[in-house]
C-alpha cells in the first residue's frame, strides 16, 4: 500500500504525466492540431473534426482556455462572434504535433494516408 503512494505521488511530480493529463483527454490533442492553423469559430472547429459532439468541443475548449494554452475573444457583434486561438503556450505544443505526424507517417503509414501537411510553429 504505501507503495502505490509513492508511486502516485511521483507520478503527479513527473512532467510528462502533468502533461499528459492535460493533452491526453480524447479529442484535446486534435483541437489544439486544428488551432495551430490559425483562429477558428466553434462551428468551424466542430466541422473540422468530425465526430465531435458540441458539448466535448466546449468542455475541450474550455479546459484548454483555463490551462492557458487557448485564447477566447468575443467581438461586441450581433449575433456575437468568439474566436478561439492558440496562445503562447499552446504554440509550444505544436514540435510535439509535428513529431507524431512524423511518427505516424513512418510508422502507421497504412492509417495515415492523406494527412495534413506538418504547421510551422
Do not use: H
Not at 31 to 44: P, T
Amino acid at each position: 500500500m504505501a507503495t502505490e503512494t509513492v508511486t502516485r505521488a511521483s507520478e503527479e511530480t513527473c512532467p510528462v504525466y502533468a502533461t499528459a493529463e492535460v493533452i491526453c483527454a480524447k479529442w484535446t490533442i486534435l483541437v489544439i492540431r486544428d488551432l495551430a492553423a490559425g483562429r477558428s469559430r466553434f462551428c468551424e472547429l466542430e466541422r473540422s473534426l468530425a465526430g465531435i459532439s458540441p458539448r466535448t468541443l466546449s468542455l475541450r475548449l474550455r479546459a484548454l482556455e483555463e490551462e492557458g494554452i487557448v485564447a477566447r475573444d468575443t467581438y461586441p457583434e450581433v449575433p456575437p462572434r468568439v474566436e478561439y486561438s492558440l496562445t503562447t503556450k499552446g504554440e509550444a505544443l505544436l514540435p510535439l504535433i509535428d513529431d507524431m505526424r512524423s511518427y505516424g507517417r513512418e510508422w502507421l503509414p497504412d492509417r495515415c494516408a492523406g494527412t495534413a501537411p506538418a504547421v510551422a510553429a
